[in-house]
């Protein structure tokens, strides 16, 4: 079943069409159809937890984002702001990552992102462990230059290296800076409570 408003975006398939329980697997139950070509916001599932030292699992929080996401609501009823009548969102899947390399899922994503960052997307990912910013930032990089960050974390995520490899999930801010990714003046990191990673 295809929702759409008066302007042909995808909306996301309301309770009262179809029961929570049913419709399509994606993003709030938006249809999933979508070329990046058409959309002005991407919703993007990186399933990969192979960056991480201690707590594997991440690689399902997409499925697990999107499984939640049938109980949001396409509006906020205390400011009345309504983006998917604005902005033709969808949920384009997941990027295909290996789950054994972890450098060839870091090349792959970065090279999906290269690809969507093309049709000038906004992309608004779910991931997987947070090794996967580094080639989401560099390939923002190559589209906007230096990029500004809020990063929501317990952990500042700036080890040179985790068990040897400069490639984990409490290595890629350290990357970034190393690599220019970022616009140092416009990064703000929140709940920093531990610099262990």
Known sequence: M????????????G????????????????????SPTDLDVAVVGVPLDIGTSNRPGARFGPRGIRGESVLLRPYN???????????????IGDVATSPYDLLA????????Y??????????????????????????????HGPVGLVHVDAHTDINDTMFGS????????RRAVEEDLLDGDRVVQIGVRGTGY
Do not use: W, Y
């Open 2 to 13: 295809m929702v759409e408003d008066l302007h042909g975006n995808p909306q996301p398939l």
């Open 15 to 34: 309770g009262n069409d179809m029961p929570r329980f049913g419709g399509p697997g994606t993003f709030m139950r938006l249809p999933g159809t979508s």
């Open 77 to 91: 009823m205390a400011t009345r702001a309504a983006p998917f009548d604005s902005l033709c969102i969808d949920d």
């Open 105 to 112: 899922a870091v090349e792959a994503i970065e090279t999906h």
């Open 114 to 143: 290269d690809d969507l960052l093309a049709h000038d997307v906004v992309t608004a990912t779910m991931g997987g462990d947070h090794t996967i910013v580094l080639p989401i930032l560099r390939a923002m990089k190559k589209k």
């Open 166 to 173: 400069p490639i984990a999930h409490g290595t890629p801010f």
